[in-house]
C-alpha cells in the first residue's frame, strides 16, 4: 500500500486526518480537492508532497486537455498547487521536476510524475537497507542472547510510509530489519505537541505486525538511561554540512541519552536532506508553530486562560552525537570526521 | 495562601482539580471527607500529604470528643486515614508524629499537627532561600547584562505551592529568587502525562506574577542546548546516598542538556528525600504507572486501539550531572564529592 499513488488517470491518497482510527482512501481527480488535501494535511511529509506536486501537474494537464483549458489556466493551475503550503520545499521541488515535460504533453508528464514516483520508493528502500546493514554490525556483539540477538529500537515522530510514499525513512530501516526477522520490539515517543509517533507510527508499526510500545516524550531519555533499547533511528529535517541534524523537537534528548548510554543513534533520510549551503546547526532557524498546538488539545484548553506556550518545530543534534547518516546513497559517521560536505 | 491548613477546628485545602479553571478551597469536617480528597488527589505532593495527615488526626480526635467515639472507633478512623493512600509515605508519617500526644487530648494533637505544619512551612522557605543563594553565585558571571543579571530559569512538574504547604521546593527556589528581582522567566515543562506543569506550575506562576512559557517536554533539552535558560531547577522523589536523584520522569533529559551547555542543574528537596538506605540510583525501583494515562486524554483514546504504552513515573538522573542538592539544612555538591552519605 502506498501513501500516495497514481490510478486510472487520478490520484488516490491515504486520507491521513482520520488515522488512526479510520483507513479510508480517497479517490483526487481535480486540482480543487489536490490542494484542499495538502492544506488539510491529508498528505503530509516531505517526501509524499514531492510526489503529490508531480502527480499534481500530470493530473491538470490531463484535466486541461480534457477540458480545453487555456495555457494560461493550467500554468494558474499549477502554481496554486505548487503553493498550497507555502513553506514545503518539496512540493515545489516535485512541480519542477516534470514541468520540463509539460510541453511533450500530458502523457509525457504523467510519465515523469510516474518516474519520480518510482525513483522516491526506490530510495525509501535504499535508506531502508542501508540502515539495516549498519545497525545490524553496530549492535552485533550487544545483543541479548535470550531474544535470539533481535533489536530494541527506540523511534521519533512518523517518518514511516504516511510521511513518505511505501516504505520510510527512520520507519523504513526499522521494516528492513523486521524483514530480516531482527526486529524485537519498537519504543515509539508520543510525539507532543501533534502526537504523529503516538497516532501514525504505532499505526503503521500495528499495521506490519511490530511489536511496539508509545511512551511520553520526557521517558525517551529515561528508557535510554536504563537500557531498554539497543539503538535509536531517527529521520531529519535538514542535515547541514558538518554534519548536524534538524530534526522533530525531542530529538535532541535521545542523542544525548544515545551518547551517554554508548549505542548507536542513527539518522535516515534522504540525499536532498542535506543542505550543503548551511554550514552548520548554529544556521538553521528554528520554526516556531502556534501557541495552540501546545496549549490545547481539539479545542480543549490543557493550561491556564492566558499562559504562553514556546513551540519550536524542531531542535538541533550537533554531529558529534550522531553515529551514522544514512541515504538512499551512502552512509557517513559524523564522529569519524565524515561529513555531508567531505571528511573534516 | 496555603494548600493545606486548620482554620476554626477543621481543616481546609485548595481543591486541586479544578485548577487550573477554578482556585476553590473547600472545608474538610469529617473524615470521610478527608479520605475522599486524599483519594481524589484534591490534595497531593508529599509534603502537604503529611500536613494532611496529622492535621487529619487532629480532627478525628476532636470528632470523637464531640461525639462521643469510642477509643477503638477513633483508632479505626485514624487507620483510614493513614492509609487513604497506600504508597504515600508522607501521609503515614504525618500521622506517626502526632500520635504521640493523642492521649493527652485532642488540643495537644492540634497543637503537635499545626507545629509539624509551621516546621514544614519554615523548611520550605530554608529550601527556597538556600537555593536562591545558590543559583544568585552559581550563574552570577553568566548573566546577560540586557536583562539586569536576572535569570532565566527552567522548571519540570509541579513543586510549588500545590505539591507542598506554602513555599514549594524547586519552584520554591524560583519564588526565593523572584522576592529578590532575580526572575527573568522560568520554562515550564508541561510534564507529560498529567501535565502538571502545564496545569499546575502555569497557575502558580501566573498568580505570583512571573514571567513563564510553557513548552513540550521533547522541547525541554533543545530549550538548553540552544542557550535559552541560565539553570535549571526541578525537585526530587528519592536521593539516594550517593546523590543520584529520582524524580518525574523527564528529569534525566535536561540533566544531561545542561551537562552538556555548562549550566547549574540543581536539585531542592526536604531531608526527609534523601534515602540512605539504597547507596545508589540503581536500587530505585521505577514505579509503572497505568497505560491509560499515555494512551488516553480525558478519556478519548490518542493511539491506535490496542495500542501499549510503558509508563514510568519518573527517572533517575546519576550523581554526576547534579550541580547542587539544596534541602532546608544543606547544600551538597555531588560533582565535588560531596553526596548525603558524606564525602567520596
Redesign the interface.
Known sequence: MRTIAWRDGHIEIIEQTLL??ELRVVEIDTVDALVDAIVRLAVRGAPALGVAGALGVALAARLALRDGWSERTLAAEIERIRNARPTAVNLSWGVDQVLPSLPLGAEAVTDAALALLGREVAAERAIGERGADFLEKAVGHGRDEADEGRLRLHT?CNTGALACVEWGTALGVVRSLHARGQVLSV?V?????L?QG??LT??EL?QLGID????????????I??GLVDAVVVGADRIAANGDVAN??????LA??AG?AGIPFVVAAPESTIDLGTPSGEGIE?ELRPQHE??T??G?????????????AF??TPADLVTAIVTERRLLRPQRGETPAGRI
Chains 1, 2 share one sequence.
Open positions: 488512526p482510527h521519533h519504543v515517543d508520543e510525539t507532543r505537541p502526537l503516538a497516532r504505532a499505526w500495528g511496539h510500545q508509545v511512551v511520553c516524550d520526557g521517558a525517551g531519555p529515561a528508557v538511561g536504563r522533530k523537537v525531542g530529538t535532541y534528548g544525548l541519552a551517554r528554528v501546545v496549549t488539545w481539539r480543549t484548553p490543557l493550561v491556564p486562560d492566558g499562559t504562553s506556550a514556546l513551540n519550536p531542535d538541533v
